[in-house]
């Protein structure tokens, strides 16, 4: 399994571009923190069309994280070009996890965000045969 690289953490805003040396993994799993309520950090990902997928984060006890995963439907790299194809908006302390087929190959990006407070996690993502 490969490690997910938050390459695309670097991104301040939605609107910016994705930094050139973004890499784009198929599976796999990352540890990340968040620092505060409003942090985020951001996950680049190549996936196959028709597939189906799992997206998975654990939150620590008292946060409330949410994610989301996005296609890059231009191909620019313009966070405000993509098309949001799920998100998981659990309650504080639930883990999330989205569920979704791939409607198109390419560049999908994970936004992993904490609503409220903060910690470790980890995200998972897993192809479903």
Known sequence: MVVLVAA????????????????????GEADGYM?????????GVSLDRGAQYCVAVSV???????????????????????????????????????YFTAHHTGRYHIKVYSYSGHGSYTLRLRRNY
């Open 60 to 98: 620590p006890w008292g946060a409330d994280f949410e994610v989301k995963v996005y296609y890059d439907s231009n191909h620019d790299g313009y966070a405000s070009d993509w098309e949001c194809v799920g998100s998981g908006t659990n309650g504080t302390g639930e883990d999330e996890y989205v």
């Open 8 to 27: 695309v953490a670097l991104m301040a805003v939605m609107g910016a571009t994705v930094p050139s040396f973004a890499t784009y993994y198929t599976t």
């Open 35 to 43: 620092l505060w309520t409003g942090d985020y950090d951001w996950y």
